[in-house]
T-cell receptor, first 109, second 114 residues
Framework: GQNIDQPTEMTATEGAIVQINCTYQTSGFNGLFWYQQHAGEAPTFLSYNVLDGLEEKGRFSSFLSRSKGYSYLLLKELQMKDSASYLCAALDSNYQLIWGAGTKLIIKP | DAMVIQNPRYQVTQFGKPVTLSCSQTLNHNVMYWYQQKSSQAPKLLFHYYDKDFNNEADTPDNFQSRRPNTSFCFLDIRSPGLGDAAMYLC???FGGGSTDTQYFGPGTRLTVL
């Protein structure tokens, strides 16, 4: 079956760095997305990786290893507004998005 | 600004009373999606349309139906809402280009069933 695993919840301190891991098993693979979702709001697109390596976008970076079925989202210089859920989603061979349940990130002052 | 719009943002209905949720987009995207998301869970795909081609997910209950009368609009009909249908309903769109097909979400409609 198809599956996405990511931690349920993480806590970090304002100004610090946090890494949210995601592992995936899909029928075929056409890329890995990260979305941010604040409580009660819709997901917003953060990043897309299809090739191995690190993609940097300001304070946020996303890494992919296709051979390991693994990705992470790295958030630097954490701000209180970064408190949200972070959803990992993999695009399978039918271009269907397989979603993880999200990692709730709590930022403490 | 190009966007995905959902109305209403909050919908309250009674058990068994039909309800329709609407979504419109100004992105000129080919694909439109309806998701159901319950608290702390992954979004669950209910339907998607590639242009007017309708795709029903295998485990979407018959209680849910959808219409896409034109490129810009899509509707989700819940024929007889039950308490278990209380959730956030998310509409998303994508261009439909395959491997780089990012989905963009509307703000969602939070459905309460009394």
């Amino acid at each position: 079956g198809q599956n996405i695993d990511q931690p349920t919840e993480m806590t970090a301190t304002e100004g610090a760095i946090v890494q949210i891991n995601c592992t995936y098993q899909t029928s075929g693979f056409n890329g890995l997305f990260w979305y941010q979702q604040h409580a009660g709001e819709a997901p917003t697109f953060l990043s897309y990786n299809v090739l191995d390596g690190l993609e940097e976008k300001g304070r946020f970076s996303s890494f992919l290893s296709r051979s390991k079925g693994y990705s992470y989202l790295l958030l630097k210089e954490l701000q209180m507004k970064d408190s949200a859920s972070y959803l990992c989603a993999a695009l399978d061979s039918n271009y269907q998005l397989i979603w993880g349940a999200g990692t709730k990130l709590i930022i403490k002052p | 600004d190009a966007m995905v719009i959902q109305n209403p943002r909050y919908q309250v209905t009674q058990f068994g009373k039909p309800v329709t949720l609407s979504c419109s987009q100004t992105l000129n995207h080919n694909v439109m999606y309806w998701y159901q998301q319950k608290s702390s869970q992954a979004p669950k795909l209910l339907f998607h349309y590639y242009d007017k081609d309708f795709n029903n997910e295998a485990d979407t209950p018959d209680n849910f139906q959808s219409r896409r009368p034109n490129t810009s609009f899509c509707f989700l009909d819940i024929r007889s809402p039950g308490l278990g249908d209380a959730a956030m309903y998310l509409c998303a769109t994508s261009f439909g280009g395959g491997s780089t097909d990012t989905q963009y979400f509307g703000p969602g409609t939070r459905l309460t069933v009394l």
